[in-house]
Nanobody, 116 residues
Framework: QVQLVESGGGLVQPGGSLTLSCVVS????????MGWYRQAPGMQRELVGS??????TYADSVKGRFTLFRDNGKNTIYLQMNSLQPEDTAVYYC???????????WGQGTQVTVSS
């Protein structure tokens, strides 16, 4: 099994910054995908950024403002969020996928609220 523990959410003013952390533990050797998703009230969950095969991708809505980092020594991935706007308000989730066997794991989610 894989366990994901998130932290770093909170309340921030427009234009501010937050960094989210996701600590990965358990059977981590089979992970071939890591991603950050978010879900705003009444909306579908969307992929914000992902890491697979050494490639990092971002949603158009956050490109240039958000950065995904990894720290292999700590088995942790980060999402640095800059120039935050009210439309970024959502619950942010860490996600991991494995192969052979193929499974998907989710963190508990962390609330990010951007408001003045």
């Amino acid at each position: 099994q894989v366990q994901l523990v998130e932290s770093g959410g909170g309340l921030v003013q427009p234009g501010g910054s937050l960094t989210l952390s996701c600590v990965v533990s358990g059977s981590t050797s089979g992970i071939n995908f890591m991603g950050w998703y978010r879900q705003a009230p009444g909306m579908q969950r969307e992929l914000v950024g992902s890491l697979k095969s050494g490639m990092i991708t971002y949603a158009d809505s956050v490109k240039g403002r958000f950065t995904l980092f990894r720290d292999n020594g700590k088995n942790t991935i980060y999402l640095q969020m800059n120039s935050l706007q009210p439309e970024d308000t959502a619950v942010y989730y860490c996600n991991a996928k494995t192969w052979r066997p193929a499974y998907e794991y989710w963190g508990q989610g962390t609330q990010v609220t951007v408001s003045s």
